[in-house]
């Protein structure tokens, strides 16, 4: 007990130090940022309302997964929980385990997803649907979950609440199985995520609020909106609140300062970057973000927990395409990163704005949205074009584009802002360098992260072949979705399941890395599944038996 007593003690005193954000940046003039743009107040995270308690069990790892606490619920008022911590845990013989049994209602443990052998995987998938649906949630006193008006599907696996950028994919999924409903509601979810909060979180739970994910919201409209191209202005405000929280404090920027999510570069254009509105531990994360920063002795804590929580709200957490030395995770530097991916996807809900503003009869909202994506675009031309051939990142310390070549490049051609010519280009070194026999990889370099070599991610996959279809480049498109069908059909006939990710390089598997074990269902593999398939459907192999 007494490892646990220490622990105890010593975290409770760092995460007293860390509760307070800053607004470090890293090389560029940092303007005042506005400090929220929630629509109402936050709820109290965990490591915030009982803190003491939070890092303790944290830090004894008295769960494996450091979610598990995070998405513990208190059965009575947090400081009184609080009270009896600090009169008990030094007492001799404190079991730190029944303390939190008798004061929290934990998590249960994430249903299986067992289905009736079915002969196809379309159909595997169809009979997926159900079991991954969760009912609205009402969430009870002190929880982190987030009140949401409609049932919704989760990822699958540790996963309990909805996620941003993982139900874009899911949604086709969705529309692919005739879940038509389902889909509408998942959007309404989110719109309704975007009144109440200002932007869609991470994912519903309150120690996401401080971040969002890939900015997909206007994807989900138009993939809605494709029975009734009028459907754009229902969630006008929706969208233009969205991109409001994204382009927080751009309007006080000078040449070469950054705010929040915005940076204006030295010629005054303006771009975006991953942020998180905290520096202090991911309570998902707790003691894997604390050894992280422990691990540098160059750099303050609370500046590498901000890169982390910025990874996090970029979707790839993590990945050498955010690192210094891609074997460190300790020299993350997503803050000084201007991701292609992104600003690709602003581009989109720039122009769908312009569109729906269009429809609205608002010459001049349509207008100053145009104008605003051609501007975007043109900045994407001219600093995210790397001379090797391919869209690439642009590094604010050294004010040029990263050389590393990643599956990102591709967002460009799938937002329709690429010149026929880069797109080509673009493709040919995709080609060379990412295309493997199970699809198309994240990046070339095996780090032992999870968004590199040689895992395979759904999402990914579907932002390739569409972009490279709407270029002609159709035989890298297809041979993208040959080999990631070929690895999820494989997997499936062999385990009956689907996994979030996949082993790229011909063992036919699912993949590794991260910071939790590979898990099942899921989301988005499903709808990445479907919507190929849909494209391709030679790639479904033929019905197997069933007993």
């Avoid at 598990?68 to 009896?84: K, L, N, S």
């Avoid at 005054?268 to 422990?294: C, H, I, K, M």
């Avoid at 990643?406 to 673009?426: D, N, Q, V």
Wanted: proline share 8%; glycine share 6%; net charge negative.
């Amino acid at each position: 007990m007494s490892r646990v007593r220490l622990a105890t003690r010593t975290a409770a005193c760092l995460l007293f130090a860390l509760l307070a954000a800053c607004t470090s940046t890293g090389p560029m003039t940092t303007a005042d940022p506005a400090q929220s743009t929630l629509a109402q107040p936050a709820p109290v995270t965990p490591d915030v309302g009982w803190p003491q308690t939070f890092a303790a069990v944290q830090a004894a790892w008295l769960f494996e997964d450091q979610k598990t606490f995070a998405d513990a619920v208190p059965r009575r008022d947090p400081a009184q929980i609080e009270a009896a911590f600090a009169a008990a845990h030094a007492r001799p013989g404190f079991d730190l385990r029944a303390f939190v049994d008798a004061h929290f209602v934990l998590p249960t443990s994430p249903p299986d997803t067992p289905v009736d052998p079915q002969p196809t995987l379309r159909a595997h998938i169809d009979a997926l649907w159900p079991l991954l649906t969760r009912p609205r949630p009402a969430p009870l006193p002190h929880d982190s979950l987030l009140p949401l008006p409609h049932a919704y599907v989760v990822p699958g696996g540790r996963f309990r609440e909805i996620y941003y950028w993982d139900s874009y994919f899911t949604m086709r999924g969705l529309v692919e199985s005739g879940e038509t409903a389902a889909s509408r509601a998942m959007l309404d979810n989110f719109a309704q995520l975007i009144d109440d909060w200002g932007h869609v979180p991470n994912g519903n739970r309150s120690y996401y609020l401080s971040r969002s994910q890939p900015p997909f919201f206007s994807h989900m409209v138009m993939l809605e909106a494709r029975d009734d191209p009028a459907l754009a202005v229902r969630y006008l405000p929706q969208l233009r609140r969205e991109h409001g929280y994204w382009m927080d404090g751009a309007e006080r920027l000078a040449p070469g300062e950054a705010a929040r999510r915005v940076v204006r570069l030295a010629n005054g254009r303006l771009l975006n970057r991953y942020w998180d509105d905290r520096d202090v531990p991911r309570p998902e994360s707790f003691e894997q973000d604390r050894q992280t920063a422990s691990a540098t002795t160059s750099r303050p804590a609370a500046e590498v927990w901000r890169d982390l929580r910025a990874g996090a709200e970029s979707g790839w957490d993590f990945s050498s395409r955010w690192l210094d030395d891609p074997m460190r995770l300790d020299t993350i530097r997503t803050t000084t990163i201007v991701p292609v991916d992104l600003n690709s996807l602003l581009y989109h809900l720039e122009s769908t704005i312009a569109t729906a503003c269009e429809q609205a009869r608002d010459a001049d909202c349509a207008h100053r949205y145009k104008a605003m994506a051609d501007a975007r675009a043109e900045a994407i031309a001219r600093h995210l074009w790397h001379a090797d051939g391919y869209y690439a990142d642009y590094d604010l310390r050294t004010g040029q584009p990263r050389a590393q070549l990643t599956a990102a490049a591709l967002f460009p051609l799938h937002a329709g802002i690429a010149s026929p010519e880069r797109a080509h280009r673009t493709a040919d070194a995709v080609r060379r360098q990412l295309l493997r026999p199970g699809g198309l990889v994240t990046t070339a370099i095996d780090s032992g992260q999870q968004w590199d070599a040689p895992n395979v991610w759904a999402p990914l996959q579907w932002i390739a072949v569409d972009g490279l279809r709407r270029y002609g480049e159709h035989a890298l498109a297809r041979d993208i979705a040959r080999g990631f069908i070929g690895n999820v059909q494989t997997v499936f006939e062999r385990e009956r399941k689907l996994v979030e990710k996949y082993d790229a390089d011909g063992a036919l598997q699912g993949g590794g890395g991260g910071e939790y074990p590979l898990q099942d269902g899921f989301g988005w593999s499903n709808g990445v599944t479907l919507a190929l398939l849909a494209l391709y459907p030679e790639l479904e192999r033929s019905p197997i038996e069933t007993d």
